[in-house]
């Protein structure tokens, strides 16, 4: 299957059931391995809010049967490239770009560290520690500490209220016979795609994949129900308190997820109401009123319901005068306050921020 519309794309599926991806860009010199795993926070089942997927992340790259801890990062590091990871709440990626001429060694070790990962257990009590700082800091640090009251205000039935990295209480009750279970059941080839981009044609990464992975057998998926987040019916308001030097604010809305054809507008529209000093919420709030020191808005669309929100920093206490100001806004963009030329600004930052 090949789209030839916007990128030099073909997709392909393996005998074991992993996807692949393939896109040649030939203004580059360089190629990257993504590998994502459809198993993100949400879909921890018996361990919920725990953090287990992220436990995992940090734990791929620690050593496999073959490759001692730290190998794994210095053999990318010797054919002249790089690695990292993340989890989001609907998958985890383990991603490497090395040169072109290099692909085949670097999908030979991507392919260990998902399919042979040891989980040394000296390791697993050394990362352990260190994502329970992590913990701490994410609850110290302000911005991160209001994301999380918010998804739990927003999401009361959806797991997207859980917090990717885990619940102190919960991730410290995890064992490494927990981590394996979770990632023997989750780390399979029929629950992965593999996207391969960059100076290379699709014929080699194809091929390059199929050798990676051909000893990566087909296993058995069972189906994680994720519970619909039922209808808003009424405003929610959460106040809260903590040490900080700055009261901080946000104000959201529910929002399509992914597949739904509205979120490009939405993503549009979040650039127009408060991205930059020619939006409208910078104006009003900073420019005109000096309600807040700063104001963005933003547009996450994860798989199911998402998000339009707001983030403020306020320059005093006027809650209610930053409230009204921002619904006046709205109301502005909804009106006939919006033309054709912040459409069309709004689109090329959007492609822009899309290429980076």
Same mark, same amino acid.
Request: hydrophobic residues 35%; neutral net charge.
């Given at each position: 299957?090949?789209n ?9 599926v ?19 391995? #993504? ?5 993100g ?11 287990v ?10 050593? !496999?049967k ?9 053999? =990318? ?8 990871? $993340?989890? !989001?709440?609907?998958? !985890?990626?383990? @991603? ?6 290099s ?22 009590k050394?990362e ?9 800091m994410y ?5 991160? #500490?209001?994301q ?9 039935? @959806? ?5 990717? *990295? ?15 279970? +979770? +990632? ?11 996207? *391969? ?17 051909r ?14 987040e ?23 809305? @529910? =929002?399509?997820?992914? *597949?739904?054809?509205? *979120? $490009? ?5 979040s650039? =127009?109401?408060g ?6 919420? $910078? ?17 996450? !669309?994860?798989?199911d ?6 983030? +403020? ?11 009204r100001?921002?619904?006046?806004? =709205? ?23 899309? @290429?980076?």
């Amino acid at each position: 299957m090949k789209n030839t519309h916007l990128l030099d794309l073909e997709k392909h599926v393996l005998e074991n059931g992993m996807t692949v991806i393939t896109c040649r860009k030939e203004d580059v010199s360089v190629v990257a391995s #993504y590998i994502l795993v459809k198993a993100g926070s949400i879909m921890e089942a018996e361990f919920m809010g725990s953090g287990v997927s992220h436990y995992i992340e940090h734990m791929l790259f620690k050593g !496999t049967k073959k490759r001692k801890v730290g190998e794994i990062s210095r053999q =990318i590091r010797g054919l002249g490239g790089v690695l990292n990871a $993340y989890t !989001t709440h609907d998958r !985890t990626v383990y @991603h490497v770009t090395v040169p072109s001429k290099s692909l085949d060694n670097a999908l030979e070790i991507q392919a260990d560290a998902i399919m042979n990962s040891s989980f040394n257990a000296l390791e697993c009590k050394k990362e352990n520690q260190v994502i329970l700082k992590e913990i701490n800091m994410y609850m110290d640090e302000p911005e991160s #500490y209001l994301q999380q009251q918010v998804w739990e205000t927003i999401y009361k039935t @959806h797991p997207y209220k859980e917090p990717i *990295i885990g619940h102190r209480e919960l991730f410290e009750n995890l064992s490494r016979e927990d981590l394996i279970a +979770y +990632y023997k059941r989750m780390y399979v080839p029929n629950n992965m795609i593999l996207t *391969i981009a960059g100076d290379i044609t699709h014929e080699r990464a194809l091929k390059g994949a199929r050798e990676a992975f051909r000893d990566f057998k087909r296993r058995p998926i069972n189906p994680t129900i994720i519970p619909e987040e039922p209808k808003q019916l009424n405003k929610r308001i959460l106040h809260t308190e903590k040490d900080m030097n700055i009261p901080r604010m946000c104000i959201c809305f @529910h =929002i399509p997820g992914i *597949i739904h054809p509205d *979120i $490009y507008a939405l993503d549009v529209l979040s650039i =127009i109401l408060g991205h930059g000093r020619s939006s409208f919420l $910078y104006k009003a709030l900073i420019e005109t009123k000096q309600l807040v020191s700063s104001v963005e808005s933003f547009s996450h !669309t994860p798989k199911d319901t998402g998000v339009l929100g707001i983030n +403020y920093v306020l320059a005093g206490e006027n809650i209610e005068g930053t409230i009204r100001e921002t619904r006046k806004q =709205i109301e502005l963009i909804k009106g006939d306050e919006l033309s054709q030329k912040d459409i069309f600004k709004a689109k090329r930052m959007e492609i822009g921020r899309a @290429h980076v």
